[in-house]
Antibody, heavy 117, light 107 residues
């Protein structure tokens, strides 16, 4: 069973930074692109970013472009989401996910990020 | 970015009812449309890929149709475990975008 485990969430003040991690296991990590998707409390799903299997291609949602950076370390089977200049509206559960067989068919359990002063 | 809309935003239905949820894209997306089910506190689960293909393990009461800009998700006979929120998603191009969701309530 493929596994993704997010970590790094917590409470952060507006304007500060936070780095999330997504650790993968039980599949050939370096063969797959990895996505981040978030969900604000009581709200819908919002796609955030994706990184290709080799790290050379990255795409972002307009709402985070210029503030968030996605990166990966294939030697550690881990994807990172560096979040800078955080805003209250970035408060959400952040999921990492990938397309094992079909688009976004495998997800982690999520990590909660709360932006509050 | 491609905008996705869904209707209705919520609905009340009884066990055994036929439920239809619609999703519309702001521009043509071929059949690059996916449907997900999400229950409270859980990650979403893929139901339908490529607009009309049932993902492995998903009950056959779920079906999808459509192409271009208009799509539907049909639950032929609603079961107790189907009360959840349903999202469409397009990956025709980046940024990938989700619909706002349709919450299916128990009547």
């Amino acid at each position: 069973q493929v596994q993704l485990v997010e970590s790094g969430g917590g409470v952060v003040q507006p304007g500060r930074s936070l780095r999330l991690s997504c650790a993968a296991s039980r599949f050939t990590f370096s063969s797959y692109g990895i996505h981040w998707v978030r969900q604000a409390p009581g709200k819908g799903l919002e796609w955030v970013a994706v990184i290709s299997n080799d790290g050379n291609r990255k795409y972002y949602a307009d709402s985070v472009k210029g503030r968030f950076t996605i990166a990966r370390d294939n030697s550690k089977n881990t994807v990172y989401l560096q979040m800078n200049s955080l805003r209250a509206e970035d408060t959400a559960v952040y999921y990492c996910a990938f397309s094992y067989g079909h688009l976004l068919d495998s997800w982690g359990q999520g990590t909660l990020v709360t932006i509050s002063s | 970015a491609i905008q996705m809309t869904q209707s209705p935003s919520s609905l009340s239905a009884s066990v055994g009812d036929r439920v239809i949820i619609t999703c519309r894209a702001s521009q043509g997306i071929r059949n690059d449309l996916f449907w997900y089910q999400q229950k409270p506190g859980k990650a979403p689960n893929l139901l339908i890929y490529g607009a009309s293909n049932l993902y492995g393990g998903v009950p056959s009461r779920f079906s999808g149709s459509g192409s271009g800009t208009d799509f539907t998700l049909t639950i032929s006979s609603l079961q107790p475990e189907d009360f959840a929120t349903y999202y469409c998603l397009q990956d025709f191009n980046y940024p990938i975008t989700f619909g706002p969701g349709t919450k299916v309530h128990i009547k």
